[in-house]
């Protein structure tokens, strides 16, 4: 079963950057797409950022677009999410997804992320 920790939230005034960990167990990592969510209080939650399997192609949402970075290493069994220039609306719950088809597909539980002075 496959099992995904996240670390590295906290409390962090705006305009402040955080970086964010995904640590991956119990699947083969590197064949897994890999996504970061968030979901703010009263929201859905919404895709943030999704890096792909092999040719590790990346895609983000419009409003972290040049703020974000995600990045994975297959050594580690880890993927991260750079955040910088963070605004308050930035703050959510933030999930980390590992995709494999539409046949697996794993949730790690949540880092909070604050962006407040």
């Known amino acids: 079963q496959g099992q995904l920790v996240e670390s590295g939230g906290g409390l962090v005034q705006p305009g402040g950057s955080l970086r964010l960990s995904c640590a991956a167990s119990?699947?083969?990592?590197?064949?897994?797409?890999m996504s970061w969510y968030r979901q703010a209080p009263g929201k859905g939650r919404e895709l943030v950022a999704g890096?792909?399997?092999?040719?590790?192609?990346?895609n983000y949402a419009d409003s972290v677009k040049g703020r974000f970075t995600i990045s994975r290493d297959n050594a580690k069994n880890t993927v991260y999410l750079q955040m910088n220039s963070l605004k308050p609306e930035d703050t959510a719950v933030y999930y980390c997804?590992?995709?494999?088809?539409?046949?697996?597909?794993?949730w790690g539980q949540g880092t909070q992320v604050t962006v407040s002075s």
């Open positions: 997804n590992a995709k494999f088809s539409n046949l697996y597909s794993y």
């Open positions: 119990g699947f083969t990592f590197r064949n897994y797409a």
């Open positions: 890096i792909t399997s092999g040719t590790r192609n990346t």
